[in-house]
């Protein structure tokens, strides 16, 4: 029966071999659990834009209503571009099961600024009138073949 | 599995997509618009709105399409949408693209877009970003208008 003696060269190169196979497994790991999250992340904002693009729910709600409702969105709106602008997002990008999750929640956080930009646009003066006269202005335009008969 | 697939094609074939018309000619101010962003630094804008009408015409709700509530007192008739179309002139991603104001006259199935601008970085999303913003369209619009 032979015996085999191992250097300490050889138990420290088995040693890395291990450690860099825990740390890819670590790393595996994180890179499935933050794409589980983003997942549920892009389906929980994706049916929020959804319930408020809806066509006539957001005209019946209260004046107070949709100022709470508006600080809210705000609200997630930021803790979105906190997560979005956070130094980390460069590396996240680079792996692929990731990337397409951020670009998802990229889309979903454009959606909300737009929903937001609506509520907010809708109480401005300035903005209603300016879309007062440009229907005036439509209105005119299509009536105009209608005058010629 | 046949039968599926069969009952999801009837299911298209009986909810085609709303198609439009878009009359871009109709709002001065859109016209307007257009032109100014043109020469001050959006050469690809006609291209832009060509390829965005393009999508909208076959699908009224393409384009990111959302309704902008709350302002039925001055719309009469019409509902307001607000699309986005990609600026094939800025950097990648959603925020560096144009974003359309647009009338539509459903029962004609008509569009006609009333406001262009390109959407600019926005980290707080506050009222006042909002105000500045508009008042710089009215900036834009005052000197040219009849």
């Known amino acids: ?149 | 599995m046949l039968l599926i697939v069969c009952r999801k094609f009837q299911h298209i074939r009986r909810n085609p997509l709303p198609t439009c018309r878009v009359d871009f000619a109709a709002s001065p101010q859109f016209l307007i618009l257009r032109e100014h962003w043109q020469t001050h630094g959006y050469p690809s804008i006609d291209d832009d709105l060509a390829e965005a009408f393009q999508n909208i015409g076959k699908d009224v709700q393409a384009n990111h399409c959302k309704v902008v509530h709350r302002l039925t007192d001055v719309l009469g008739n019409f509902q307001l949408h607000k699309y986005r179309q990609k600026n094939r002139g800025a950097r990648e991603g959603a925020s560096g693209g144009w974003r359309i104001y647009a009338l539509y006259d459903k029962p004609n199935g008509i569009l006609y877009p009333i406001i262009v601008y390109p959407k600019k970085e926005w980290v707080d999303a506050d009222e006042n970003f909002i105000i500045k913003h508009v008042r710089e369209l009215l900036e834009i619009l005052r000197p040219k208008q009849v």
Request: with cysteine; glycine share 2%.
């Open chain 1, 1 to 149: 029966m032979t015996t085999s003696t191992i250097t300490f060269d050889q138990m420290e190169r088995s040693a890395d071999r291990t450690l860099a196979v825990v740390l890819w497994v670590k790393h595996v790991k994180n890179v499935a659990i933050a794409a589980l999250w983003f997942a549920v992340l892009n389906q929980a904002l994706r049916s929020f834009v959804k319930s408020l693009s809806g066509d006539e729910k957001l005209n019946s709600l209260s004046n107070e209503q949709v100022k709470e409702l508006t600080a809210k969105i705000q609200e997630i709106h930021e803790h979105l571009k906190n997560i979005l602008d956070n130094n980390a997002m460069c590396f996240i990008r680079r792996t692929p099961l990731l990337k397409s999750r951020i670009d998802g929640l990229e889309e979903n956080v454009e959606d909300l600024s737009d929903i937001i930009e609506n509520l907010l646009v809708a109480y401005n003066p300035e903005f209603r009138a300016l879309v007062a006269d440009c229907v005036q202005k439509v209105s005119a335009h299509s009536a105009e073949p209608l005058a010629h008969m």
